[in-house]
């Protein structure tokens, strides 16, 4: 009966409920502030850049020509290596010859026949001219056999222009590159009949490759303004599909006449030289040219911007460790910085890790952002 009394006293109870309560507020009063966050910042920069601008286009040979036969015939070889580099009058294709070759044969069998009837009429001329002196023979006589000699001479030319037209069929029954480059995949196959329209193959001189692409109508106008008259003159830059960069750099050869009215731009032609036939017809290109010096301009890494919507902001770290939100307007981009238009002060700490977690008026502890590129634009290397 005593130990059921003491269990269902409310004091042990109220005891521990007390100890509980005294521990909490202890641990309560007893716990530190957190410190605030730490983040990187890095200085904006006051520097003078130039301004790139990209712009994709295709590689083209300087000269690209189709390879043709003169004469119609069946094709017997091909004497080339498809892909390879040939010389201008270098044979590389081989088509039936006995037909221009009995051509030949038989232009010679007629020019000879015709000079055979010269030299007879010539024989007969010198032989009446004496004999007219001495009215052995009429003078009628002496025209014809002149009249005849003439005739004879001009059969000659004409058989002789026949035999060198025959030779020049059996010449060209031997097919050769028209120009010096690149011969690609043969279009045709031995035993194909050939006429003057069957494009056999196509040759493209390759060494200085042109390269075609587009520039809006702004960036044109201002290139004209720049440098009147020479619009394409630039320093030019090609980045190949893998992303490397050609070791040679090029020039802008020529604009094309005309806008084009439904994509608002203009055709440029480049021309950069292509030792070794690296680069081929159709290949992909990037092109790359200073558009544009920037006096003074405000640089940023461009990790230290946040988008959203289209709307820019960058966090400034002020002298008291407080964070400041700030909407930019960036310009063109310079390697990994950006170029800011508005909205920042030279001198300004900007926070480059961390914004997403930042408030306005959010103290925080900042540190150095350490960065190859930004140190070098920061160097003035």
Known sequence: MKLESNLRSPLPGLALLAIVVCTACSSTSEQPTPPPPGVTVATVMQKDVPIYQDWVGTMAGNIDADIRPKVDGFL????????????????????????TQASVEQAQGQLEQAKAALAQAQIDVKRYTPLVAVKAVSQAELDKARSTERAATAQVEAAQAVLDNSKLNRDWATVASPISGIVGIAKVGVGDL???????????????????????????????????????????????????????RGRGLLLNREVDSRTGTIQVRAEFPNPGNVLRPGQYARIRAVTENRKDALLIPQRAISELQGIYQVAVVGSDNKVAIRTVKPGPQFGDMWVIELGVQPGDKIVVDGLQRLRDG???????FKDTQVNAVQGGE
């Open 362 to 368: 959010m103290t925080v502890a900042p540190t150095p």
């Open 194 to 248: 050939m006429t003057p329209n069957t494009v056999m193959a196509t040759v493209s001189a390759v060494d200085p490759i042109y390269v075609d692409f587009s520039i809006s109508e702004q960036d044109y106008l201002r290139f004209v303004r720049d440098k009147p008259g020479r619009a394409a003159d630039r320093n030019l830059e090609l980045f190949l599909g893998d992303g490397s960069v050609f070791p040679h």
């Open 76 to 99: 017997l070889k091909r004497l080339y290596t498809e892909g390879s580099y040939v010389k201008k009058g270098q044979p590389v294709f081989q088509l039936d010859q006995r037909q």
